[in-house]
């Protein structure tokens, strides 16, 4: 069973499956993270959706490339939570289904290309 992260979803609302990917990134005895600015600002855990025939351990190297900058070792899969949020960029009232993998950031590489995000 997935545990479900948040209010209990709206029956009446038609829910988008969003599968995705993050991050818990130990470095230096502090956490690896990015600092999204829009739509809200905030602190993440680098990761996120996983596109259409993408491994999600493909996906999560990309999402953490392009949100830090940085390349990771293996990651382990620690576990999964289910998210019903509503996602203003994509305008999509989204059930997320969020993996959690823990790994190891191997070198910065250059700065996040993701747009409006920094390493922190």
């Given amino acids: 069973m997935i545990r479900r992260y948040g209010a209990p979803p709206d029956p009446g609302r038609r829910w988008t499956l ?7 990134l130990p470095r230096d005895g502090a956490l690896l993270l990015t600092h999204q600015s829009d739509p809200v600002p905030e602190y993440q855990l680098p ?4 596109e259409a025939g993408e491994h999600p351990v493909a ?11 940085w390349s990771i070792g293996p990651p382990r899969r620690l576990g999964a939570f ?12 989204a059930e997320k289904l969020c993996t959690i993998y823990l790994a190891r950031p191997v070198r910065r590489l ?11």
Wanted: proline fraction near 9%; charge should be negative.
């Fill in 18 to 24: 969003r599968p995705g990917v993050y991050a818990i």
């Fill in 110 to 120: 250059g700065a996040p290309s993701e747009p409006g995000h920094l390493a922190c």
């Fill in 59 to 69: 996906a999560l190297h990309r999402e953490v490339f392009e949100e830090t900058g």
């Fill in 82 to 93: 289910r998210r019903f949020t509503f996602m203003p960029e994509y305008d999509l009232w």
């Fill in 47 to 50: 990761g996120g959706g996983i």
